[in-house]
């Protein structure tokens, strides 16, 4: 079904609800490009001109470490269990499949040469 008016033709009286015409926003070209330099390191503020010492440094690195291992969400025993007999299972299809590749490998390399 589609609409008579959208395509010009029809009455307004037609039963169908009036459709609100979308507003007309002005469109400005924006300008993309850089009014300056980007700024180097050294000219970015931190807070002064006193540089954070080594062992600082280190002092943040392992409160920022805490905080992180703080968010992490350890499995359960029971997922722990769970993903555990999934990894074994898999290794052991893999080792299936390679074993009994290699013997045929084997196999047929016998009956080639002998």
Known sequence: MSDSRALGGGSTDDGLPS???K????????D???SQATPGRDS???GGDQKVGFFRRIALFVSQVVSEM???????KSETWTY????????????????LLDLGFGKL??????
């Open 44 to 46: 970015t503020p931190t």
């Open 19 to 21: 459709v609100p015409e």
């Open 109 to 114: 390399n016998s009956l080639i040469f002998g």
């Open 70 to 76: 703080k968010k992490v969400t350890y499995p359960t």
């Open 84 to 99: 555990f007999v999934v990894v074994v299972v898999f290794v052991a299809l893999i080792m299936t499949y390679t074993g």
């Open 23 to 30: 507003p007309q926003v002005p469109q400005s070209p924006r």
């Open 32 to 34: 993309r490009t850089k």
